[in-house]
């Protein structure tokens, strides 16, 4: 005869190997989304353009970013931390990254958005090579999970020009 104990312990088992094979296929269903942002970046003004005492160059911008970044959210998904950067090349760093806007996303119904903005972060070379620099601008992203790991990725954008005087 099965004691009560013996019963409800077999009742346990299987629940609790339910609940792990729901997590598991909870984890597996969020990997299977392959998300599909999309972001678009208008350089709307170069608010100036100077090269500083120390010989520097440093460029104020304004930017119109708009952005649809609603398939990063799911289920378990927490936040997720955006970042756009300058990236560019100089004869003595193959990758300048300048980072020039972030913002932490908390939410699916903040995911996508429009905004005009000057560059947050200070866009400055290490040397003065902005002059008709050609440049790309990226947006990085951090997916910070519930549970699991995070995962980032970002989209490049091509194409910008920085122009060829100081104004
Ligand atoms: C910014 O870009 C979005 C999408 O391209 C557009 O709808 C919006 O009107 C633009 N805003 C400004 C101020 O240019
Ligand atoms: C800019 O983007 C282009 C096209 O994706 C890429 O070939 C190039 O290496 C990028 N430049 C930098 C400095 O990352």
Known sequence: ????????????????TILALMCAMASFSDNLNTP??????QIVNINWFQKQPRGND???LTMNI??????????NTKQVFVFVAAEYETPKNSL??????????PAKEHAKF???????????????????KEFNLTLHWHVMPKTGKMFADKIV???YQLPEEYR
Not at 1 to 16: C, D, E, I, K
């Open 1 to 16: 005869m099965h004691s009560f104990g013996y019963r409800l312990n077999a009742l346990l088992t299987f629940s609790v």
């Open 36 to 41: 599909s942002p999309s972001v678009e970046i």
């Open 58 to 60: 440093e460029v104020s």
């Open 66 to 75: 708009s952005a649809d970044l609603q398939s990063l959210f799911t289920w």
């Open 96 to 105: 300048n990254q300048v980072s020039l806007w972030d913002a932490i996303i």
């Open 114 to 132: 429009w905004m005009h903005t000057s560059n947050k972060y200070r866009f400055v070379d290490q040397g003065n090579n902005l002059r008709g």
């Open 157 to 159: 954008m091509s194409g």
